[in-house]
């Protein structure tokens, strides 16, 4: 059955600020990431505010809201650089042609999904659902969607810029985190996995990749591409090797007891530097998460150990996150003591690292790429009237 599981079809998606493609995400599952890094002596980059309290309220989580309006046009923007790229499309960042250069809050991102490369690798489906949920979904600890457009070429989706760059990225800079570093991360994602649980969404592709920074110090989630709206179970193959639950790769239906699963790779990473399962091969990955036998390096505290083993077990009628408390039995969990939530979902918990933000929009916690052609996108540079779109009607809420 695992050798089936790697024979099928293998799609890195796009994270919406990714700022490079080091760990592809599967749909359904083949490739595999670098082995455990060596650890860095280098401290994560900070601002010399890093130290000062964030005086700026995050802000709370809000039901499901209705689909957003459209504040603007396509053609509103200018295209500043390429903060990412995947394998059908990349991520740019945007300037309100009519704001000042100055004008922080004129910066946003933009996700372009070439249509054709989407329909070749039969991803119409996750896209639909990802805007789908994105105009639904609004939460501090997520990154949140603006609008969306498509033309003839592209489906666009603008989302909030998130200028502090991945957490991945300061995780391999520091080699791994202390407890009292992952303990703050992992408690925003503790928020955010409950307020997406709590309106039945399953988010399936947590990982260091996919977790922003903001200018506050503070964690956003990104790339829905595999979020679904889960009444019960649904048995789509995706994720990422590394942070499968055994249900995925048994094929025997899932629900939202695999994001408790990859909060616990998650959490092992951030401390150790590396995932529990990691195999250059992904057969023996499946393997090794199917056996079930965690090795924690010595730096890794009792309590801590005992947090990640709750939450990988095998068994999700056992599984902590998934019994009749929910998150509330995640939350209560020793590891956690001393941390106030509310403080937390309102901002005012002073995050371990705030990213270093030079000018209105910064790019320095991102990559370099290659600029984007115009030509492949004809909407975004006011060149796609007279162009029949072929496509329109597979996308049809962009």
Known sequence: MIEDIVDTLSVPLLGACASHVSRPTLMPSLASRSGPPAASSSDPKTSSSSTEKVAKSVGSASPLRSSPNRPYALSDFEVVETLGTGTFGRV?????????????????????????????????????????????????????MIASFQDSKNCYMLMEYVVGGE??????????????????????IVLAIEYLHSNKVVYRDLKPENLLIDSNGYTKITDFGFAKEVEDRTWTLCGTPEYLAPEIIQCSGHGSAVDWWSLGILLFEMLAGYPPFYDPNP????????????????????????LISSLLTADRSRRLGNLRGGANDV????????????????????????????????????????PARPSAMPGLYGADSGHHDLYADLFPDF
């Open 92 to 144: 740019l960042l945007v300037r309100l042609k009519d704001r000042d250069v100055a004008d922080r809050s004129a910066y946003f991102a933009l996700k372009v999904l070439a249509k054709t490369d989407v329909i070749k690798l039969k991803q119409v489906s996750h896209i639909n659902s990802e805007r789908c949920i994105l105009t639904k979904v609004d939460h501090p600890f997520l990154v949140n």
């Open 167 to 188: 957490i991945f990225s300061y995780l391999r800079r520091a080699g791994h985190f202390s407890a009292d570093v992952a303990r703050f991360y992992i408690s925003t």
């Open 283 to 306: 057969i023996l990955i499946y393997e090794k998460i199917l056996a079930g036998n965690l090795v924690f390096p010595e730096e890794i505290d009792p309590l801590s150990r005992d």
């Open 331 to 370: 939350k209560n969990h020793p590891w956690f003591h001393g941390v106030d939530w509310k403080a937390l979902q309102e901002g005012r918990i002073l995050p371990p690292i705030v990213p270093y933000l030079g000018r209105p929009g910064d790019t320095s916690n991102f990559s370099k790429y290659e």
